[in-house]
């Protein structure tokens, strides 16, 4: 997050978008290419702020980036989170992500 444009808005296909309300930044949410999987999109850096959950932002989010992704003939969305985040794994299987692998 030190330099957006360097590591989000280069690169072919890659872009950081922010939800704001009023002027206040209150969500974040990036894509790249997956260096693994070139024929998926990867979901980065999904963030909300804490006084503007469960109003459905990461949600828009998701769907921006689903929206972007499928624009550019992607196969799927893609992303990694942890294991302690219980709360962002409930909110991605909500959103119809299914997961696929689990790393130590
Ligand atoms: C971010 O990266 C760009 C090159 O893409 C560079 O021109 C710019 O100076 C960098 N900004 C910072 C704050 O490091």
Redesign the pocket.
């Known amino acids: 997050l030190?330099?957006i444009?360097?590591a989000y808005m280069?690169q072919k296909d890659s872009c950081f978008w922010v939800a704001e309300i009023d002027g206040l930044v209150v969500g974040m949410v990036a894509c790249l290419p997956s260096g693994s999987a070139p024929e998926c999109m990867e979901l980065k850096r999904m963030s909300v702020r804490h006084s503007h959950r469960r109003m459905g932002i990461a949600k828009v989010l998701c769907q921006t980036v689903a929206d972007f992704a499928r624009d550019r003939g992607y196969l799927a969305v893609i992303l990694c989170t942890s294991v302690v985040q219980t709360a962002a794994q409930k909110l991605y299987e909500g959103m119809g992500y299914v997961k696929i692998a689990e790393f130590i």
């Open positions: 030190n330099n444009s360097e280069k």
